[in-house]
């Protein structure tokens, strides 16, 4: 069966899907699936998962069982194959019972076939009993980082999934999703009694994204940055993530002061509502949504110029998820952080909430502190994301984020003083261009501008260590020390151990890991 993708011109890819070629890393996470084999596969937002269970489908000529989370994800997925001719259907709840008997007639008729069901739906007793008897090829679980307690977004009704591979031990299992760490995968295939399962992680290096994170004092500043945001991108739409439901409201009623075509979004809302603004936001009625992470999956608008993150989510999962939602036609789109160490307590509050595990609360404190650690980075934002996730693809320097090219104009410039507000864009980036190509580049960066010319070379002495270390351990720069801890320790210059222990971002275990090479630099 693996014939069929000998050939990256595959004519059964083109007959059916219109492509004239595989995407990274489909071919791989094809050739184990179609040789029987479970597999973990991670390909970011508009990667190409949906091929990887859509073509073995049509290799087999036999039915795919797709779980998903959504019911209007299932219903854009079968219209997209429907309009292909590939035979597929789904299962909801809001379906007639005449509705249902079509799809499993149709199914009966044999070949191939896609069937789209929730996950609540595999735990009925019928249909358990149901595809014990049919022929499957395959079971694919999309947003598979659902299965697991450590992903970004756990799901009770996912956690029950491992009854697929009791029921039907021959059929392999796929778990796709667009961002999990590798401690996430290990979870996943644990959670889902997968067999020795093939992994792969493909495709989170996106060229065509520029990526940036602003230090703020508050959120006044964020809001004048969002504003020089929406003058500098006057074209596509604009997603713009919050906390709170609150501050998607104020921040969207503020907007409209001074721009057309903007709304909120939030689970406060009416599901009439809500159905409402996405409608809008797809049909480009609505160009600037300001939203709360309600506002996420199942979002496949082509032109989303700019993400910009009001305030910081939980995690680097939930961060890359999101800013992903930018540029899915390649055509170059900007992803901005606006971070201020305030909205740590944001999420801090969330987590102290949570009536979670002890050991769930611990693994959301981590990761709480791995994103504010990345937020902190000096190093190229696109190698750490790359590195983080264990990419099979790495880089040294990018090209096109805030670190590598801080002059881009791509980039959005804070503005210097309130009358800059008044200035046309191209004045102000102008103006803003021209003040950074005057100055060292890392001097932008959180701390390093306030050293003087001493300490800035014990900085840079750090950083070079730090780069080193980073490519030893096969880890972000980000985890090891963040550049103001680095910072500190150019002031301040500890001679031992005690004093290591008072710098910023160390802890006993960073003391004792890295304190004898540290102090030896020093």
């Given at each position: ?463 070079q260590w730090r780069k080193e270390k980073a490519k030893e351990l096969d880890v972000p720069a980000f985890v090891i020390l963040t550049d103001r801890s680095l910072c500190h320790l150019a002031e301040k210059r500890p001679s031992n151990k005690s004093e290591l222990a008072e710098i910023y971002g160390f802890g006993e275990a960073k003391v004792e890991r890295f304190g004898t090479e540290l102090l030896r630099i020093l």
């Amino acid at each position: 069966m693996t014939d069929a993708l000998q050939d990256p011109s595959s004519l059964l890819l083109q007959k059916h899907f219109g492509l004239t070629e595989f995407r990274r890393g489909q071919k791989e996470i094809l050739r184990s699936v179609l040789n029987g084999r479970d597999a973990l596969a991670v390909l970011p937002t508009g990667g190409g998962k949906s091929l990887c269970y859509q073509y073995p489908a049509m290799v087999r000529g036999e039915l795919v069982v797709v779980i998903s989370p959504l019911i209007a994800l299932m219903r854009d997925q079968v219209a997209s194959m429907q309009r292909l001719s590939i035979p597929a259907g789904c299962l909801h709840s809001q379906q007639t019972i005449a509705e249902k008997r079509e799809v499993f007639r149709a199914i009966e008729r044999g070949g191939p076939y896609l069937l789209y069901v929730s996950p609540e739906r595999t735990q009925k007793d019928g249909f358990q009993t149901w595809i014990q008897k049919v022929k499957i090829a395959l079971f694919a679980i999309d947003e598979a980082h659902c299965v697991s307690q450590w992903g970004h977004d756990f799901r009770e009704e996912y956690s029950q999934l491992d009854r697929l591979k009791s029921l039907c031990p021959d059929v392999p299992v796929l778990a796709l999703t667009a961002s999990a760490t590798p401690t996430v995968l290990r979870d996943i295939a644990r959670q889902l009694k997968l067999k020795s399962p093939a992994r792969h992680v493909h495709g989170f290096y996106r060229p065509n994204l520029y990526y940036q994170v602003e230090t703020c004092e508050n959120e006044d500043e964020k809001l004048q940055i969002v504003v020089q945001a929406l003058r500098q991108f006057q074209s596509g739409r604009v997603i713009i993530y919050c906390g709170t439901r609150k501050s998607t409201e104020s921040i969207a009623s503020t907007l409209r002061q001074e721009f057309a075509n903007v709304e909120s979004y939030h689970a406060g809302m009416s599901a009439e509502a809500r159905s409402q603004v996405q409608e809008d936001f797809a049909q480009g009625a609505t160009r600037v949504l300001v939203a709360t992470n309600a506002f996420g999956m199942g979002i496949d608008q082509a032109d989303v110029r700019l993400v910009v993150h009001f305030h910081m989510p939980a995690n680097i999962d939930s961060l890359y998820q999101e800013m992903g939602r930018a540029g899915r036609d390649s055509q170059p789109s900007t992803c901005l952080l606006l971070y201020s160490r305030k909205d740590r307590g944001l999420q801090s509050f969330f987590i102290q909430s949570s009536k979670a595990n002890r050991s769930v609360l611990d693994a959301r404190w981590r990761a709480l502190d791995t994103l504010v650690a990345y937020s902190e980075g000096g190093e190229c934002r696109h190698a750490e994301i790359l590195t983080y996730y264990q990419d099979s693809q790495r880089i040294d320097k990018c090209g096109h984020c805030d670190v590598c090219e801080p002059t881009s104009l791509r980039r959005v410039f804070k503005p210097l003083h309130p009358t800059e507000l008044k200035k046309s864009p191209q004045v102000r980036i102008a103006s803003r261009t021209l003040r950074k190509r005057s100055s060292d580049k890392s001097a932008s960066l959180s701390g390093v501008k306030d050293l003087n010319s001493a300490d800035r070379l014990v900085f840079e002495s750090l950083r070079q260590w730090r780069k080193e270390k980073a490519k030893e351990l096969d880890v972000p720069a980000f985890v090891i020390l963040t550049d103001r801890s680095l910072c500190h320790l150019a002031e301040k210059r500890p001679s031992n151990k005690s004093e290591l222990a008072e710098i910023y971002g160390f802890g006993e275990a960073k003391v004792e890991r890295f304190g004898t090479e540290l102090l030896r630099i020093l």
